[in-house]
């Protein structure tokens, strides 16, 4: 079967570093996507991996370990406006353009 | 603005119904997608239509049939609407199979 895990909360302090988790096991892996979404918003590309390593964009960035079906986003110098949820969505082998989303990790950015 | 845009924003209709949504995109992409995002929050793929052919067409009941008249266009009818059909869906699109999909404002339907 396809499994994305992700916390489902985190809180944290405007200026701060925040890092949200996503482990993934899926049938083949063909690269992995985060996306921001707004409450009540569409969700928004922030975020592609398919190689391991750091893809670093601005204040946020991503990690890879494919061999340990784990990833990452790193957002810095938190604002109020980070606060949103982050999806994880892997594509996995063989399917076109199909993603497995995750549930989310809901980011609540604090004074 | 380039965008994927939806109609309508909210659509509340009483069980037994037939209603569509339809999505349009302006940016030139030639793979659009439909995804139902529950209660819970998990976005699952429905269908993805690449230039106006089907290519992906997920475990979804047979009352609900996509169409895409072009390339630019990708609607959605769903037949004799149940209770669980409640939940927003939003449309995507990208520039081939293989691009990052990007997503339409989302129409929360709510059936009574």
């Known amino acids: 079967g396809q499994n994305i895990d992700q916390p489902t909360e985190m809180t944290a302090t405007e200026g701060a570093i925040v890092q949200i988790n996503c482990t993934y096991q899926?049938?083949?892996?063909?690269?992995l996507f985060w996306y921001q979404q707004h409450a009540g918003e569409a969700p928004t590309f922030l975020s592609y991996?398919?190689?391991?390593g750091l893809e670093e964009k601005g204040r946020f960035s991503s990690f890879l370990s494919r061999s340990k079906g784990y990833s990452y986003l790193l957002l810095k110098e938190l604002q109020m406006k980070d606060s949103a949820s982050y999806l994880c969505a892997v594509r996995p082998s063989g399917g076109y353009n199909k993603l497995i989303f995750g549930a989310g990790t809901r980011l609540a950015v604090h004074p | 603005d380039t965008a994927v845009s939806q109609t309508p924003k909210y659509l509340v209709t009483q069980m037994g119904n037939d209603k569509s949504i339809k999505c349009e995109q302006n940016l030139g992409h030639d793979t659009m997608y439909w995804y139902k995002q529950d209660s819970k929050k998990f976005l699952k793929i429905m269908f993805s239509y690449n230039n106006k052919e089907l290519i992906i067409n997920e475990t979804v009941p047979n009352r609900f049939s996509p169409k895409s008249p072009d390339k630019a266009h990708l609607n959605l009818h769903i037949n004799s609407l149940e209770l669980g059909d409640s939940a927003v869906y939003f449309c995507?699109?990208?520039?081939?199979?293989?691009?990052?999909?990007?997503f339409g404002p989302g129409t929360r339907l709510l059936v009574l």
């Open positions: 899926t049938s083949g892996f063909n690269g």
């Open positions: 995507a699109s990208s520039q081939g199979t293989w691009e990052t999909q990007y």
């Open positions: 991996n398919v190689l391991d």
